[in-house]
């Protein structure tokens, strides 16, 4: 099942760049490709988190801009 899940992950993390420049929902299918690799796996897990903190940074910086 844990290779199952890895797998799924990966091909959902492929189809989610190709979406990136083809019509569609690439970054939401990225993420979810992404956290189905991070539940298996601790060190997809942590950049998840790093990337969840620098994002909300990112906003937070662009909201007192404007």
Same mark, same amino acid.
């Given at each position: 099942?844990? $290779? #199952?899940?890895?797998?799924? %992950?990966?091909?959902?993390?492929? $189809? %989610?760049?190709?979406?990136?420049? $083809?019509?569609?929902p690439?970054?939401?299918?990225? #993420? ?5 690799i $991070?539940e298996?796996?601790? #060190? ?9 903190? %620098? ?12």
């Open positions: 099942m844990r $290779a #199952l899940s890895i797998l799924a %992950g990966a091909v959902l993390i492929a $189809a %989610g760049l190709f979406m990136l420049v $083809a019509p569609g690439g970054i939401l299918v990225l #993420l979810v490709g992404c956290a189905l $991070a298996e796996s601790q #060190l997809m897990a942590r950049f998840l988190d790093g990337s969840e903190v %620098g994002i909300r940074r990112l906003i937070s910086t662009l909201r007192k801009k404007v």
